[in-house]
């Protein structure tokens, strides 16, 4: 009997294993870069919040970030000062009575990798569980695409989805009362988890 391998053996497996790494890493490549963009997005986006909760408390007024989607794709946002004491509204923001903070921002979005979106429209809701109303309007804010933070600290609740488009799904959702930020991200075998 004959124990061992051959030489021409060996360099078959180790050609096999040469090829099948030069298929794979590309791929893991692109997967990694998709998720680091997503993992940046959402924690941008986190990160601003926490922001316009601050101004809210410091400037002891209704602070109110109004989101909207451009034709690319990527998020615009702009923080309103409540002016008459009902809240930041879109009504309010479109006659002048809640007047800007700032300019307009945009969230860099790498091109082709994450964008706004819901990726299946069978991904349930976060707060809810059940199926995503509306899955075309990826900001949802109740009935409106405005996050507003009190000067208390509280907000509206809500969530922003992202997606790359393949495979991954992360969201920022906003928590009511403690206007609590939390990253998530879904997991098809064990649901909505947070980063």
Known sequence: MKKGYT??????????????????????????????????????????????????????????????????GRLRWRAYQDGNGNGVLS?????????????????????????????????????TGRRINNPDDPVKFGNSSICSFSPLGASSPGTIYFTDGIELQGAVRVYPNSAMVRIMRWDSGKGWRAF
């Open 91 to 127: 009504k309010d923001i479109a006659r002048g009575v809640d007047r800007p903070l700032g300019p307009s921002r945009c969230l860099r979005i790498p091109e082709g990798r994450v964008r706004l979106g819901i990726l299946d429209p069978g991904v349930p809701d976060i707060s």
């Open 7 to 72: 030489l021409i053996e060996l360099m078959v497996v180790m050609t096999l294993m040469v090829l099948m790494a030069g298929v794979s890493i590309p791929t893991l490549t692109r997967y990694f870069t998709r998720r680091a963009a997503l993992n940046g997005l959402v924690r941008d986006l986190c990160a601003t919040m926490r922001l316009v909760r601050q101004e809210a408390i410091t400037r002891n007024a209704y602070v109110g970030l109004a989101f909207r989607e451009d034709p690319d």
